[in-house]
């Protein structure tokens, strides 16, 4: 397990081993390759990789728009980079991506440049520098859609190549810490989505954590490359005209 923060490293781990788990941590920054990188070999080290999630990321009210670049999307990109090169075969990955990847459109011909754009040059494609960098919502709505489109081609490519698998999932709003953050920031705004949105709830992390697990296990050994949303209806109400953002 990685964080860069040490205490949470540690208040972490020991939950784990309190609940009779083995656990490795190590210290990642996740806005660096290298010690991406780092990690992955470490986990080599450790034994055959058989499942890799990413959580790494800050919101829009939590960071700058290079930081939701550097993080959200060129740390995501780097990690499933990195740990391409160490899955066992019949391995499984999963990124932790966000319903708002289905917020902002990218035209066709744009995400094809940009799913065959090596990481360490999306900062360069003009779509990134013009439109993601305009602020904090758009990087991060731009930045969760490269996600899946990461996950796409590493399930094309150097995943493929192992036999492992990867997809991604799309949270809606999860009551999560980061969700506390945005609440107080545009607590309106989200309640309106839920109350507007089948489910008319919240989502908790207890569901993430069972769609996560049928996508790593065994019974989901057909699906790569993939993204399942699981929103409560949110985005099918925004598509209908049902939920109008900002209203």
């Known amino acids: 397990m990685g964080d860069i923060s040490e205490k949470t490293l540690?208040?972490?781990?020991?939950?784990?081993?309190?609940?009779g788990y083995d656990v490795v941590t190590m210290q990642v920054n996740a806005l660096q390759k290298e010690s991406i990188e780092a990690f992955a070999q470490k986990a080599a080290q450790l034994g055959p990789v058989m499942f890799f999630i990413d959580t790494a990321g800050a919101s829009p009210n939590q960071a700058s728009p290079e930081h939701i670049v550097d993080l959200d999307m060129l740390g995501t990109g780097y990690a499933v980079d990195?740990?391409?090169e160490v899955m066992a075969e019949g391995g499984a990955g999963l990124i932790i991506s966000s319903q708002?990847?289905?917020?902002?459109?990218?035209?066709?011909?744009?995400?094809?440049?940009?799913?065959?754009?090596?990481t360490a040059q999306l900062k360069d494609v003009p779509f990134i520098k013009e439109i993601a960098m305009q602020n904090s919502g758009f990087a991060y709505m731009i930045a969760k859609r490269l996600n899946h489109l990461q996950a796409q081609r590493a399930a094309a490519t150097s995943w493929c190549k192992r036999r492992a698998r990867i997809n991604t999932i799309s949270p809606g709003v999860?009551?999560?810490?980061?969700?506390?953050?945005?609440?107080?920031?545009?607590?309106?705004?989200?309640?309106?989505?839920?109350?507007?949105?089948?489910?008319?709830?919240t989502g908790t992390s207890d569901e993430i954590a069972e769609a996560a697990a049928f996508l790593l296990g065994q019974h989901?050994?057909?699906?790569?490359?993939?993204?399942l949303l699981i929103d409560g209806g949110v985005i099918a109400g925004i598509r209908t005209g049902q939920i109008r953002l900002g209203q």
Do not use: C, K, W
């Open 174 to 201: 999860i009551v999560t810490p980061l969700a506390y953050d945005e609440f107080r920031a545009n607590g309106a705004g989200y309640q309106a989505m839920i109350d507007a949105s089948a489910a008319r709830r």
């Open 220 to 227: 989901a050994q057909f699906i790569t490359g993939t993204d």
């Open 10 to 19: 540690e208040r972490t781990g020991n939950d784990f081993r309190h609940s």
């Open 100 to 118: 708002a990847a289905y917020m902002y459109p990218i035209p066709n011909d744009i995400e094809l440049q940009l799913v065959n754009t090596p």
């Open 82 to 84: 990195a740990f391409g």
